[in-house]
């Protein structure tokens, strides 16, 4: 596909509302994360697709995907999926996937009406890129939760090929977490870091340096268009917070997994990955974390608590908390 396409594709999956969270935790397994763009559940309608059981309270997925994608092979793949997780529905065809390609005229305001700022805490907001800074407070104030805080944190996002544009339950646990946890010049590792957010944050909120470890190189450029975004309102919050002009603290970004940390340590160490992709690498990457230092970890279902919190505590991990946001967990413990 050329640089700049004529058409985005996508793909459409039409399922009962009351599936829409496990249809999407399924779609977040088997999508490479450099693959995916987004998913929404208020989208631009294939006039193709026309749903076939109006009976049952349905709705439209629509899974946004990266310009180089091959969507039809894409969405082969996430009917296998879809199949062999859902049999029944499957059968019945109460689940279905269509491919479709969206024109480019469309795609720029459709990605860009998908996102709208969000109330993290009362000191943190995730804020769009394209939105002016006054506009998305008015509009946060304008929710009924009260006005922003005057000194609270916008983290601003230009959602790209990277996981973490701070709209996913995942994100949104792991920057509460840091909030909640995090010391002045702690040193952080952001392991599965995507977009650079939980960095950003970090350096917001006091720490000594960041470290963002991610798998996929197509993160680096959205990585580095978002530290350029954010770079004046760290400064503005580390200023608040120390009460003196404040710089960025150290901040890097490297592409790899345990082995790009190499012998470093860290006084917390934040994961938002999927509990299934980060299993076999909780041994080396608990390695990296000093004595007493902290895991914040963000990446599972609430049906996988246990088993994640049993995994923590065999390598030395105290739990010492836990979170939850709709399907997704959050399990925060200390290494002894």
Known sequence: MSENPTTWPAFF???????????????????????????????????????THREIETGILAIYLAPEVDVEMCAHQISNALGADFPDEWAQGLIEVRPSEIPDADWATLWRDYFKPLRITENLIVVPAWWPLEDALNYLTGKNAGPVLPDAIPLFIQPGQAFGSGTHGTTQLALRMLERNLKPDHAVLDFGAGSGILCFAAAALGAGKTLGVEIDPVCVSNYEENLELNTQAIM????????????????????????????????????????????????????????G??????????????????ELELLGMTIYNQSSQDEWGALEGRKK
């Not at 009351?18 to 294939?46: N, Q």
């Open 236 to 291: 503005r919050a580390r200023t608040v917070l120390t009460g003196c002009v404040a710089n960025l603290p150290a901040m890097d970004y490297r592409i790899g997994s345990t082995d790009a940390v190499g012998s470093e340590e860290f006084d917390v160490i934040v994961c938002n990955v999927l509990y299934s992709r980060i299993k076999d690498h909780l041994p080396a990457l608990l390695k990296c974390l000093r004595p």
């Open 13 to 51: 999956v039409q399922a009962p509302e009351a599936l829409f969270e496990e249809v999407e935790e399924t779609l977040l397994v088997e999508l490479d994360p450099g693959d995916l763009l987004g998913i929404s559940r208020e989208t631009w309608r294939d006039p193709r697709f026309e749903p």
């Open 293 to 310: 230092g902290l895991f914040l970890f963000s990446g599972f279902l609430i049906t996988e608590f246990a088993e994640a919190q049993a």
